[in-house]
């Protein structure tokens, strides 16, 4: 006996859609690496509204096109965030959300983005150099960093501490963006 296809159920549209797909797919015993619900409804609301930065963005698309996100020790900003206390990561890549000098003077903090999530890096001064890293402050840049240390200062608060041996690349914001 032959089975009848399935007929394709309504879909909801947005981010409500997308949730019920994955409760069924969790539900059918589909992918172990599917995240919780908790953890897809907050990616949902802070990344919903961002999303254009990854489709449009120069720096974010040269950073795929020159395979930093493929690389083996590419680590997402969401698994950053899983550290316990201090960890190394070889290759972190991310979008600069936002920049303000520190609350000490020289050094920066930097609000740092990927389809994953977000983390806030400290740079270093040395790091700032326009000279050698043209574009390293600007909102909508890319950053790769390497061999880059990631450490907990509380339960919610992650930083990326960027030093001037931690820049792989700077990738500017174009002029188009």
């Not at 949730?19 to 015993?29: D, H, I, M, Q």
């Not at 690389?71 to 550290?83: D, E, I, R």
């Not at 979008?95 to 303000?100: A, D, N, P």
């Not at 919610?156 to 963006?177: A, G, P, Q, Y």
Request: charged share 25%.
């Amino acid at each position: 006996m032959q089975k009848k296809p399935r007929p394709t159920p309504f879909r909801i549209p947005g981010p409500a859609g997308e949730l019920e797909e994955v409760l069924a797919r969790r539900a059918a015993g589909e992918g172990k690496d599917i995240m919780s619900t908790q953890d897809f409804v907050q990616r949902a609301l802070t990344v919903a509204n961002e999303d254009t930065d990854f489709v449009s963005n120069h720096a974010w698309l040269t950073a795929i096109r020159e395979g930093y996100l493929q690389h083996p020790g590419y680590t997402k900003l969401a698994n950053v965030h899983k550290v316990k206390e201090t960890q190394r990561f070889q290759l972190v890549v991310g979008l600069i959300k936002s920049c303000k000098r520190g609350e000490y003077g020289e050094d920066y903090a930097a609000e740092l983005k990927d389809p994953t999530g977000v983390c806030w890096a400290s740079i270093h001064f040395k790091a700032c150099n326009e000279e050698m890293f043209p574009g390293i402050l600007q909102v909508g840049s890319c950053l790769v960093l390497k061999d880059i240390v990631a450490f907990r200062l509380s339960k919610s608060s992650i930083f990326l501490n960027v030093t001037i041996r931690n820049v792989e690349r700077v990738i500017e914001k174009s002029m188009l963006d």
